[in-house]
């Protein structure tokens, strides 16, 4: 597809920029898989588009400029100023996958990925509850991909600091 985001974390600092883009997708626990054989773990995430969302105004009201797009796909309007695609994301070199706070077994689960951040021989993904997936790697090598068209939305994700008030 023309214009989709395709990322490849090899360090720490690459895995940074990774996060950012993949801040409040949405990952059914359904869409993630631990591959042993191939030492890999995936997953298909719905990712907000941050990249096309600063050409539209926080509240939703009209831009008073055209959105940046990259892709082909609907148009959005004044209901719907902002955008999501799926992305395929792919961790190779994983040894072992564990989790906390999270029943993998319950496949319709929806999370919201908050951050991925590297520690020690290992990736941390952390989702929105205090549930996280612990990938044990002592490489890092990760891959995403937009896959498919992105859509319009009309809701821009909003983060709640300590205060009470929303941040961007």
Known sequence: MSGGLK???????DLKVVSAFLQDAIVPIGDT?????ERRFVL????FRWETADAAPADGAPAGKALRRTAVGPTPDEDCPYERTNCAVRFDGVAK???R??????????LSLLAIERTEGAVLLHFSGGACIRLEAPTLDCRLEDVGRPWPTSARPRHVEAEGRAAE
């Open 97 to 99: 996958v564990s989790c």
């Open 7 to 13: 990322l490849r974390a090899c360090d720490e600092e």
């Open 44 to 47: 298909i995430a719905n990712r």
């Open 33 to 37: 898989a631990f591959l042993p054989g």
């Open 101 to 110: 706070n999270l029943d993998r077994s319950d496949r319709t689960a929806m």
